[in-house]
């Protein structure tokens, strides 16, 4: 059991990396992030914290959300989601650290910068699945809605991802007169993300073992 335990953290971990890894390629495409990581991005113009530690932040609040929509159905081991999202938001500044000499002087390659950020990150998404772990907490959101209400999970994460560009671009419109980090590469992100995941997902069967008695 132990050692299975450690194989499915390993996949985690390694899904959080990528998916770290997919967001520092979107960001550095100047094309425009993806929806997750929109409010992170347009607040660090005017809040003196890293992309990162906004992510941390933002992972809080959607623990809370959880709390809300849960109410006495919120199991408090969902505050897991808060120890993988300290992870992950630590990940995505090591990531733009290491991306930082990445520059695109054209839109070629920008564009191949914003699609290898999908890729990326549709990977580590289904390593997140198949880890049977613990979600980001902003896939918990999405999932606590739509047990709440009975709504599938992909109308969920449909609007959900709709209403944090919106605020994203309306904050950003308030606190700096103009918009920024949402172009068309968030908008290619938001279409072509999940359907990379459904496309892919079924190469990645090698990751489900189960464990040993």
Avoid at 59 to 71: D, E, N, P, V, W
Avoid at 102 to 130: D, P, R
Wanted: net charge positive; charged share 10%.
């Amino acid at each position: 059991m132990p050692s299975y335990f450690l194989k499915r953290i390993f996949i985690l971990l390694s899904g959080l990396t990528l998916l770290a890894f997919g967001v520092a390629l979107s960001i550095r495409s100047s094309l425009g992030t993806s929806p997750i990581s929109s409010l992170p991005y347009v607040y660090s113009y005017f809040i003196p914290l890293t992309i990162g530690t906004l992510t941390i932040f933002l992972h809080i609040i959607f623990i809370l959300l959880q709390m809300l929509i849960l109410g006495k159905d919120f199991q408090w081991i969902q505050w897991l989601q808060l120890i993988v999202g300290i992870v992950f938001g630590f990940m995505i500044d090591c990531m733009l650290w290491l991306t930082q000499s990445l520059h695109a002087e054209n839109y070629t390659f920008q564009m191949l910068l914003c699609l290898a950020g999908c890729l990326l990150t549709a990977i580590g998404v289904i390593f997140q699945v198949k880890a049977k772990l613990i979600f980001l907490a902003g896939e918990g959101l999405y999932l606590a809605y739509a047990s709440r209400f009975n709504v599938s999970y992909g109308t969920c994460k449909t609007y959900g991802d709709i209403i944090l560009v919106t605020i994203a671009a309306i904050s950003s419109y308030i606190a700096l007169n103009e918009i920024v980090g949402i172009r068309e590469g968030t908008i290619i992100s938001a279409f072509l993300i999940g359907t990379l995941v459904k496309t892919l997902i079924a190469k990645f069967n090698f990751l489900d073992f189960k464990a040993q008695l």
